[in-house]
């Protein structure tokens, strides 16, 4: 069983190098690692942060993490969770790190007064539709997500 903890800024290197599989799962370019770490510091630990971090740790090995951060408004003018990205690492996989995390977001969102936790996955990506599927959660037919480049924006 994982140990589940916010990020703290002396975990930026080990979030770096998760996040270097991920880009490797996604088949994407990852940055050097001191650009990640600036990065990762920026976003979370930087003032405000623009983001948040749960990581799950196996001894003193990440083995993974949830991004978040919440959005206004949601039902009503109630705010909601905005889980951005999950991501175990492979060796790990179903062990119980991905429930974990989850469960860890939706205390937090509950601590923190929200109406709903919400997040997407991409299409391709059937193993993660089926996780949360096992969750009990269904796909939402009702949105259809949209994303344009910030310089590519009313043009």
């Given at each position: ?8 800024s002396?975990?930026?290197?080990a979030?770096?190098?998760l996040?270097?599989e ?13 650009d990640?770490?600036?990065q ?13 971090s ?13 991004s ?7 039902a ?6 905005f ?12 062990t ?6 989850m469960?860890?977001l ?12 919400e ?12 996780f ?9 037919p ?9 310089g590519?924006?009313?043009?």
């Amino acid at each position: 069983m994982a140990q589940i903890l916010p990020a703290k800024s002396s975990d930026a290197g080990a979030i770096s190098d998760l996040l270097e599989e991920m880009d490797r799962f996604y088949d994407e370019e990852s940055e050097a690692r001191e650009d990640r770490i600036r990065q990762i510091n920026d976003a979370l630990f930087g003032d405000p942060p623009i983001a948040y971090s749960l990581l799950a740790w196996d001894g003193d090995e990440l083995v993974g993490f949830a991004s978040y951060s919440y959005l206004w408004p949601a039902a009503g003018l109630t705010h909601s969770l905005f889980l951005k990205e999950l991501y175990v690492a492979e060796k790990v996989r179903r062990t119980g790190v991905g429930q974990q995390l989850m469960r860890g977001l939706f205390d937090i969102a509950a601590k923190r007064g929200c109406s709903r936790v919400e997040w997407q996955t991409d299409q391709f990506n059937a193993n993660a539709q089926r996780f949360y599927e096992l969750l009990g959660v269904k796909p939402n037919p009702g949105k259809i997500f949209y994303r344009a480049d910030t310089g590519s924006l009313l043009k």
